[in-house]
């Protein structure tokens, strides 16, 4: 399970139990990314997208928790970080296999992902085709 991934739904689990069994000092928080933030949150993701990025490295660009930046990054975009990240990471995919000479294991370890077949699993899920699929 990819590190962001996995840190998002441990802290959701941490939150949620807090939440439920008598943390009543958690605080909600009622506003969402102003767009300056979001605008360095995006520009974070895009210039680490290729390589691991970490929950709590994105929530500290914008000096938030990493509940506090699930819950106001949903919010804003309707997913969660790490659903955005691996749309990054696709939609450079996609530009790579239509428009050059790399081998897609290389486009695959270039855009983030483990493996070509890590690659193909997510482009089947996500748009419905593969990248071999894609290329021709």
Partial sequence: ???LQLDSLLN???????????????KQVSAG??????RRLRDYMSANFAGT???DDIASVVGLSSSQLLRTF?????????????RMRLDHARTLI???????????LTCGFSSQSHLTSVM?????????ALRA
């Fill in 74 to 86: 949903r919010q804003r975009t309707g997913t969660s970080p790490h659903q955005y990240l691996t």
């Fill in 124 to 132: 089947r899920r996500e748009d419905g085709l593969t990248p071999g």
């Fill in 1 to 3: 399970m990819p590190d």
């Fill in 12 to 26: 959701l689990l941490g939150f949620h139990l807090l939440k439920q069994y008598g943390a009543r000092s958690v």
């Fill in 33 to 38: 990314l102003s767009d300056r933030q979001f």
């Fill in 98 to 108: 239509l428009g050059g000479p790399m081998t897609l294991a290389e486009i695959a």
């Fill in 53 to 55: 990025v970490k929950l």
